[in-house]
Each structure stands twice: as C-alpha cells, then as structure tokens.
C-alpha cells in the first residue's frame, strides 16, 4: 500500500520530503558533508597554484641539466636535448602538463623524477619513514613537556618557578634552530662520541632494520627532537598558560570552588578542557609536519628525510618531485584543519558547528 502511495506522489513532493529529513539530520553532520565538499575546489586551486609557482623560474629540469653538463665542459647537441625534451614530455604546452599531473595524481601516479630517474613513489619511500620517525617522536616531545610546564606555570603564576620557566621558555623562542642544531652537534660528540649528522652510523647506511640499527637511530634522535622541538615547546608553553589563566579567572571556577569541589577536580573538569584548544588546533598543522619536517635543520644536521629532498627539487626544477611533494602536504593540511575543527566542537562546548557559523 505504501509502495502505490509513493508511486502516485509527484516528484516534486518526494524530493521535498528528502530535503525536509535531511533537515532532521545533526547539524554537525550536515557541516561535515559541507566541509567535505569545499576541500575538493580547495585542492584544485591548491594544485594550480602549486604548478604556477612551480613554472615561475626560467627554463625547467632540462636546462638546469644542460647548464650543470656545459659547466663540468661536456657539449649537448640539439637532437639530444629534443628528445630529452620529448622524453620528459616538456615539448608540450603548460596546460597540457598540468593536466597530464593531475590525471596522474587522481590515478594514484605521482609521476616521474627527473633528478633521480625513478617514479616519485620510490624516490620518497624511505625518507618518508624517517621523517615519520623523527616529526611524531618531536610531537611526543613538545606535548610531553609543554603540557606540565604549562599547567604549573599556570596554577604558580608568578611564582619564582613561573618566572624561570618564562625565562627558559623566552629563550627557547629566541634561538634559532640552526644554531642550537649546531651546539648539540658538538656536545654529543664530545661527551657521548655520537657521531656528527645523520640518524645512525655508517656502517647502518643502506641496511636493512636490525636491533643494532634500531639503537643507532635512538642514539642520533634525541639530537633533531631536541632542536626541531625547543621553539614549538615553549611556544605551546605560553599559550597554555595564557588560555589556562584566562579560564581560571572565569565565574564558572569561582562557583565551582564554592560549591566545595577541590581545587585539583575544579582545574581538570572545566578550564584545562578548555585551554587545550590550542593542542587541538594544531592538529592542521602536525599532519604536514610529519612528513615535511624541518627542512633547513635537516640540512644542518644531515638528515636523511623529506626535507631536503623537496629543497633539492625546487632548485632543480624537478616539477613532478616537487609538486607532488607539496601537493601532498596541501592535502594533509586541509585534512588537519578539517579534523581540528571537529575536534574543537567535540571539546569545547562553547564551539557549535551550525548554519555555517561558529559560536
């Protein structure tokens, strides 16, 4: 019966009987699904982007080997360099390149490296682990320190221990990342007889994964964790300890403590909650890193990771290493945000995601 009464409604009611359930959705789902759907116009702007800035310099990979080639007195004949050109698919329009990239990356093909002459999936294999390796034992690092300190800096707030720890935290932001990479390179070496760069012996170098190799790597990490770790620790430090005193001079608190809950329960069940936004929020920004890393104390320290190599593709116009590269981390920064987002209007009340607005 229901079955005929549905067939012998208009369409135009059916339609608008969907549009009304989906009214009775959460409004949170809706968001999400909004959200979802302006990430995909976001990443093909990102990716036009990403080739245009690529584009910008004169020549491409072609004529930066050439001139590498002219320099070292070797010649390049010009039936050569066609079909160098043809070969790498650089006689075709910039549109047309941009399309073949793109095609490829919807198909799970991140293309070719001209520099290494291998597809970009091998080339960043294994120095994707080690970035991995290194950016999530950072993370663990700076969320295990600043996360106490914060707190006690907040709860002590002028205090002799809340004014040292400003100092060290101050400190920490000054110095920059380069120098202090350079002072622990030299401290290690002579006090503990690691040796200088990399994330293991030699001997460990093209290796495959023993308990051995397992413990050079340990003894050479604390070295780029300290140093990538030292400015976004006391970063996180203080605004911790901002967002944390803001919430502890709020009403909320006061009643609490009236009401005879302890002061330890009153901090953990309302204010820390709350200053944890910033934690949260990173989280757009801790994905990219991961993979990226910090590339200028990667060269310092002679890190094996994804740092270098994108730089390296840059200089070299090397467009399919670098785009996919980079587009790869404009992927994982929207995913971030959009994760952090929801994750503030799970933990902050305050937050409620609803008719496109955040209030």
Known sequence: ????????????????????????????????????????????IISALIFVIIQLPEGDYLT?????????????????IEF???????????????FVWVFGLLRGDLGYSFEYSLPVSEVVGDRLLLSFIVSFATI??????????????A???????????????????????????????YFANVVF?????????????????????????????????VVIGTSGTAGMI?????????ELQKQYVTTAKAKGLSSGRALMKYPLRMALNPFVADIGNLLPQIVSGAAIVSVVLSLPTTGPMLLDALRSQDMYLAGSFLMFLSMLTVIGMFLSDLALA??????????????
């Open 1 to 44: 019966m229901s079955g005929i009464i549905k067939q012998d409604l208009p369409p135009s009611l059916i339609i608008s009987a969907s549009f009304s359930g989906m009214k009775n959705l959460p409004r949170i789902v809706v968001r999400t699904f909004k959200t979802i759907v302006v990430m995909i116009p976001t990443l093909v």
């Open 64 to 80: 930066s080997y050439i001139t590498e080639l002219e320099s070292q007195g070797e010649s390049v004949s010009k039936e050569k």
């Open 84 to 98: 160098l050109r043809r070969q790498y698919g650089l006689d075709r329009s910039l549109i047309e390149q941009y």
């Open 140 to 153: 663990l690092f700076t969320w295990s320190v600043a996360f106490p300190i914060g707190v006690y800096s």
């Open 155 to 185: 709860t002590h707030q002028y205090s002799w221990t809340d004014h040292g720890l400003t100092l060290l935290g101050f400190l920490g932001l000054a110095t920059p990342n380069f120098l202090l990479a350079l002072v622990l390179l």
């Open 193 to 225: 007889g690691t040796s200088i760069g990399g994330l293991m012996d030699e001997q460990y170098l093209n290796q495959p994964m023993t308990w051995a190799k397992f413990w050079s790597v340990l003894e050479h990490l604390w070295i780029p964790v």
């Open 238 to 246: 203080r605004r911790l300890r901002a967002n944390l005193l803001d």
């Open 346 to 359: 799970a933990l902050d009340p305050r937050i409620r995601l609803s008719g496109g607005q955040v209030r």
